[in-house]
């Protein structure tokens, strides 16, 4: 989705921009193409080794000013490093990238056989995948899996999980995926392998709770006039946007029946996309991922 989100953020070739989940720098390398070198391009990702490959493919681009490790739920903390505090646009594409996606030895996908890791940051000292897997009680376990993975066999999963615990610990994704297909037969298989470890990976990284964290955040990052574009790929990530967007749109938040406001509170945002943006084709075509990509974006208000 660079070409849209490229295209609904970057309103000034000479801005301030942050991109806080820059990945292996692909979002950062379309903006600097989109800016002049007087523009200033700020990067986070809490995946170290992402970074890395971020700041060598960005090496020649002078707009590029700094690609750090971090999580962006401490952004306020981070941009105190920095010249520019205030930005023309933020992005967040929220979620794991191709490559974690494809690297066996991350642990995020049931397609290959590695460690059941699922840490967007390696040197987090856990939860691993494994540690909630061989630990969590059965209640918690169908929780996991019905909150995170809208899974509706999560009871059934929970107690064939635990009942295989007493053989000894589940520790790879093969193991683990061998479970979810015993229970779950076809036509469901698929859907539940993806739904299950989807849920697993949101567990073990946090995530619905880091995407609130960080709205506000990003928010009070913007200069006025300012944009704030979020990617999600399922549908728990796009409501949180989209309640955050309509809530910040509408500022009042007194009840319907209230006849007079008295809560005070102003709109904060306008909506640049009334509807979310969707992957044209093409982009479906070259990447099978971008199928799920839903792009968001507002702006901020200027009074
Ligand atoms: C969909 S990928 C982004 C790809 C990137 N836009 C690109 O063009 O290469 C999502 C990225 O968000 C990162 N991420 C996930 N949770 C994060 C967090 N709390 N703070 C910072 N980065 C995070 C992941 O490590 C991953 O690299």
């Not at 999980?161 to 295989?164: H, P």
């Not at 955040?217 to 009070?220: M, P, Q, R, S, T």
């Given at each position: 989705m660079a070409d849209q989100v490229v295209r609904l953020l970057v309103t000034a070739p000479d801005g301030a921009y942050l991109d806080l989940t820059?990945?292996?720098?692909?979002?950062?390398?379309?903006?600097?193409?989109?800016?002049?070198s007087t523009?200033?391009?700020y990067g986070v990702d809490v995946d170290a080794a992402a970074v890395k490959r971020a700041k060598r493919r960005l090496d020649k681009e002078q707009a590029v000013r700094d690609v750090v490790h971090a999580s962006y739920a401490h952004i306020d903390q981070i941009v105190t490093r920095w010249p520019d505090q205030r930005f023309t646009g933020v992005l967040l594409d929220l979620g794991l990238s191709s490559l974690q996606l494809d690297q066996a030895e991350r642990g995020f996908s049931h397609r290959f056989d590695g460690p059941l890791d699922m840490r967007f940051s390696q040197d987090a000292p856990g939860p691993t995948a494994a540690d909630l897997i061989n630990t969590l009680e059965v209640k918690r376990l169908a929780e996991m899996f019905r909150e995170f993975g809208e899974e509706k066999q999560a009871a059934r999963l929970a107690k064939a999980?635990?009942?295989?615990r007493q053989d000894g610990m589940i520790l790879t994704t093969r193991h683990f995926a061998d479970i979810i297909t015993r229970v779950v037969?076809?036509?469901?298989q698929a859907k539940s392998l993806?739904?299950?470890?989807?849920?697993?990976r949101i567990a073990v990284n946090k995530e619905l709770d880091h995407i609130d964290i960080v709205l506000p955040?990003?928010?009070?990052l913007l200069?006025?006039?300012g944009r704030l574009a979020v990617i999600s790929y399922h549908s728990l990530e796009d409501r949180r946007v989209k309640r955050f967007f309509q809530q910040e749109a509408k500022g009042c938040i007194c009840?319907?029946?209230?006849?007079?406001?008295?809560?005070?509170?102003?709109p904060t945002l306008s909506l640049v996309t009334r509807k979310p943006v969707e992957a044209t084709e093409q982009e479906i075509q070259a990447n099978s991922r971008a199928r799920s990509a839903r792009l968001r974006v507002a702006e901020r208000r200027t009074a």
């Open positions: 820059a990945g292996d720098g692909g979002h950062l390398f379309w903006m600097a193409q989109a800016t002049t523009a200033r391009l999980i635990v009942r295989e037969k076809p036509p469901h993806a739904r299950i470890f989807q849920a697993l955040k990003a928010l009070a200069q006025p006039g009840p319907p029946r209230q006849p007079v406001c008295t809560c005070g509170r102003k």
